[in-house]
Every structure is written in structure tokens, then in C-alpha cells.
């Protein structure tokens, strides 16, 4: 069983092959599928597969807001309840694969 894990994106170190979207207020939600792992042959080749391209989606405060505010997140909790949210809303509209790495960014 796969469990979740939504990382924040850390500004002086992203994910390789990361480049952040504008800078619009609200959270983005960031996600690629596990690499494939290439056939093992007979032949020991190293063999390394490129990396999927991310895939972006932005989700404003207000859809994510219990009141429906453009307001960010006033703190750790309500912040983890916010990108879960949008999480939530992404995933309703775009299939995100089970094995994905999901990355977020909070723009205040």
C-alpha cells in the first residue's frame, strides 16, 4: 500500500528537473510518475531512463478557504489542511498516479 506524501518544494534545493510557475498567489501542486525502471538484460548496461516532466496546477486560497477568503494560511495547521485541500482538487481533475512524487509550493 502506497501512502501519500505531500513534500513542500525547498527553494535552494528542488527536485531535479524542477522549474517553478509564475509567482501567482495560492498553492501549486506539482507532480510526476515514479521513473520507470528500466529491463534488467543479460548484459550489465547501465541504463537510465529520463526523469517524467512535472506537471503543475495552481489552486487559489479562496477555493481552498473554509470561508472562501483570499487569505493565505495563518498557520502550519491551517496551512497543511489548505495544500490537502488543493491536493484533493487537483486529483479530482487530473489523475495523478498513485506512485507520483507531489511536490507543493505556498505562494502568500
Not at 510526476?32 to 526523469?51: D, E, H, I, T, Y
Not at 495523478?96 to 511536490?103: G, L, Q, W
Request: charged share 25%; with cysteine.
Amino acid at each position: 500500500m502506497n501512502v501519500l506524501t505531500l513534500k513542500p518544494v525547498d527553494p535552494d534545493d528542488p527536485p531535479e528537473g524542477f522549474f517553478p510557475h509564475g509567482s501567482v498567489r495560492g498553492i501549486v501542486i506539482y507532480w510526476r510518475p515514479a521513473s520507470p525502471r528500466p529491463v534488467k538484460r543479460r548484459r550489465r548496461q547501465n541504463l537510465q531512463l529520463p526523469l517524467p516532466d512535472w506537471q503543475a496546477r495552481h489552486v487559489g486560497f479562496r477555493e481552498v478557504s473554509p470561508g472562501g477568503t483570499d487569505e493565505s494560511p495563518r498557520d502550519d495547521a491551517e496551512q497543511a489542511r489548505f495544500v490537502r485541500t488543493a491536493y484533493a482538487l487537483v486529483a479530482c481533475s487530473h489523475p495523478i498516479p498513485s506512485d507520483a512524487e507531489v511536490h507543493y509550493l505556498v505562494r502568500r
